[in-house]
């Protein structure tokens, strides 16, 4: 990881071999974030764990939250300033543009990009080919 790093508990997080998180990366880990081996995460990003109601009443005077796991398949791409979203999974191989917002799961061998992200492409065959290799 590059400085500066933060978090909210840190004890949540879960990286795999090899993950690289660069400057100014922000995991809310009130729930589990699990982090694949081989994954890049730009700089300025952020993984937000936190769900909050849209009712009024529940969310500001009562203050109710939950959380929500995030899980970064192996060999994953997010680029400078991505933001996930609870309960968020992205599959392997896979490239989040930069400036995205993730609310949706994303699947494996694929290009998301954009507020809200969707796929915009698949990954090129080769980057599949080196995955089964391993």
Excluded: K
């Excluded at 769900?51 to 529940?58: A, G, K, T």
């Amino acid at each position: 990881m590059v400085p500066r790093f933060q978090c909210s508990y840190g004890h949540n997080i879960r990286l795999g071999a090899n993950a690289f998180v660069n400057a100014n990366g922000f995991f809310m880990d009130d729930a589990l974030i699990t982090i694949g081996a081989d994954v890049r995460i730009g700089p300025g990003a952020q993984l937000m764990t936190a769900l909050h109601p849209v009712d009024d009443h529940r969310r500001r005077r009562e203050g109710w939250e939950r959380a929500a796991p995030i899980v970064i398949g192996e060999n994953t791409w997010l680029g400078a300033s991505v933001t996930v979203g609870a309960g968020v999974s992205i599959g392997h191989n896979a490239v989040i543009g930069a400036g995205s917002v993730v609310l949706h799961d994303i699947p494996d061998h694929v290009v998301a990009a954009g507020s809200p992200a969707r796929v915009v492409r698949r990954t090129p065959a080769e980057v599949e080919g080196l995955q089964r290799e391993h």
